[in-house]
């Protein structure tokens, strides 16, 4: 297996993790949550996103391409996605930007270098780096486990955030170099799992099991979307499992649905089916705060 590709790097992150942060967004998940708003984040190849509304059809990107993926349909420029192979010459010749590279490689020591130029910030608001993707744990793990074993030995607080659908081997592997694991519950139901998440939960939840008994802190992490799992049986069977498997929770986030990543689906030829899907009412969000409260769980928070 080849270096892990980096679609994102986010500086001054404040919803990943403890203070101010930078997070390293790793390309490619098991998963494929129905509201994803990171679609580029699913492959774990390189990909062309491509801004329709900046397109002037110069048609320099298809005079370029070696593969003859780029052509005219219409008035219109058109990338065949299964001729693409990302090797990113059209994006040297557009001159309008409507062409974006997602996917980069990067030298292990040329990324710790650019994670360490916000180390005033980490040391100010004691904040740190946090691993993310797509999955991070399902990438190369010899280098995710070097990567923040350096991190970690450098003093850096290192979180890892995860769906947790990956062999536990994998999270053993990074534990000693985690300060805290932000592991994603998205539905506790199997078959609504599969339907909405593409896989069953049964790893996700044995491996949170697994996790807890090891000793490893936990923000558990709750996409909440109107029309899915915003409702009061999600959240009971939530709870019942953190109680009856004495989970290990630091800290409950609830997280909001939000749509502002389906731009992008656009952008690399894929349909985005939000039918159904809508965003928690704040007075329900509330009751939520005071059901996780009374069932013991005192740490709770809308967002992060």
Not at 103 to 119: A, F, H, P, Q, T
Not at 256 to 263: E, R
Request: aromatic fraction near 10%; charge should be negative; include cysteine.
């Amino acid at each position: 297996m080849g270096k892990p590709l980096v679609f994102n790097i986010q500086k001054y992150s404040v919803h990943d993790g403890e203070g101010i942060r930078t997070t390293v967004f790793f390309k490619g998940c098991p998963l494929r949550c129905k509201w994803c708003h990171n679609p580029e984040s699913q492959s774990y190849q390189k990909e062309i996103l491509v801004y329709g509304s900046r397109c002037t059809g110069c048609g320099a990107c298809i005079r370029t391409c070696p593969q003859k993926a780029v052509s005219y349909v219409g008035q219109e420029v058109w990338t065949d996605r299964n001729l693409c192979t990302a090797c990113g010459d059209c994006l040297d010749v557009c001159v309008h930007n409507a062409r974006e590279g997602a996917g980069r490689e990067y030298e292990m020591r040329d990324l710790v270098r650019e994670l360490e130029k916000d180390k005033m910030f980490y040391e100010q608001s004691g904040g740190g780096i946090t691993i993310s993707g797509g999955e991070a744990l399902a990438q190369d793990m010899d280098y995710i486990e070097e990567l923040m074993r350096r991190l970690h030995f450098k003093g850096y607080s290192v979180d890892v955030d995860t769906c947790g659908h990956v062999p536990y081997e994998n999270i053993r592997r990074v534990l000693p170099y985690t300060d805290t694991f932000l592991y994603d519950i998205k539905l506790m139901n199997p078959e609504a799992h599969r339907e909405y998440i593409g896989v069953d939960n049964r790893l996700i939840l044995e491996n949170l099991k697994r996790l807890s008994e090891d000793g490893g802190k936990i923000n558990i992490r709750l996409p909440l979307i109107d029309g899915v799992n915003a409702d009061d049986a999600h959240i009971d069977a939530v709870i019942d499992f953190l109680r009856e498997n004495r989970i290990n929770v630091y800290r409950v986030n609830l997280l909001k649905y939000h749509n502002t990543g389906s731009g992008k689906y656009a952008k690399l030829n894929r349909p985005y089916d939000s039918e159904g899907m809508r965003v928690p009412e704040g007075a329900w969000l509330n009751h939520v705060i005071e059901k996780f409260q009374q069932s013991g769980f005192a740490n709770i928070q809308i967002g992060g």
